[in-house]
Each structure stands twice: as C-alpha cells, then as structure tokens.
C-alpha cells in the first residue's frame, strides 16, 4: 500500500501555512510513507496524488477542536455532506486549488483509495511567515495525532521528538 502524507498550506498567510510546516518537520522522521508539502499546489498535483492508495491531506481548518480528523472514503466522494464539509474548511481564497477541487477530481477519475484530513485550527490569516503560538501548539498536536493514527492502522511510527523539534528549527529560521 502506498501512503502519501500531503502538506497544504500558505504559508504567507501565518496559520493557513500549518500543513506545510508540519509536512517539512515530518522529512526524516518516518519511514514507510512518502511526505509531500504540496503548499498551495495547482493541478499539476492531483495526478502525483492519484498514484497512492491512502492519502493524509494535513491543513489548516475551519474547526472547533484544536486538531480533527476527518475519514473519507470513495463512497463520501459522491456525498453532499463531503462537499458542504470541504467547503466549511475555509481553504479557498489561499491555495492555488482547494480541497474542493482536490476531491471532485478524485471523483471523477475514479480513485477508489483512502483519504483522511487532518485539520489544525488557525488562529490568525494574516499575511506574514510562521504559526501563532496557539497553531504551534496545534502543529505538534496534529503530529502526535498522525503518529497514533499511523502506529494504530499501518505499524508505522514517527519519531515525535524529531519532527517536534524540526517544527521549531523550520519556525525560527522564518521569524
């Protein structure tokens, strides 16, 4: 099975900006999947993606919760719920292609993998380069949260310390 772990963000905009940081400070922290900060990625990304079996998009949300999960399947691709779901994510105005796009065309070429989003709650849009303290927090959250969900369903850890501590190094180069 191949997993990709897609990072998707802005990270002109602060906390939109999440999914890739945490995607950079997974690089050398885990084996047996493949990690790629898409950033805000156009088309030519969809068909990179369609050549794994089990996706995890990492981005920035419009949730409650600091960080949360959502499971999609090849049978939610064609749900109204799906769609108004994506599009509460508030993902549009900052990427090249939004998640939207992303599974729409997943529907129509048919891909029958797995896809999961975990989402990390921002704190500020704003322009300008890094993650609030809050989001940071939530960056480390959604690492630990992505490490379980790997060991649980594949036997696949991240070494956490690393990835943490390569988060920081990323933020403190950038601020």
Known sequence: MRILIAGIGNIFSKDDGCGSYVAQALQGCINGVDIIDFGTGGLQIIDKMLEYDFIIFIDAGDIEKDVQMLEINENALD???LVQTVLTMSLGSSHGITLDDILTIFKIRKFSGKIIFILCKPYSLD?????TEQCKENAIKTIRELNKFL????????????AEKNLEKILEKIT
């Open 127 to 131: 322009l300008g380069l890094g993650l």
């Open 79 to 81: 749900s109204d719920e």
């Open 151 to 162: 060991r649980e369903n594949f036997e696949i850890a991240i070494d956490t310390n690393k």
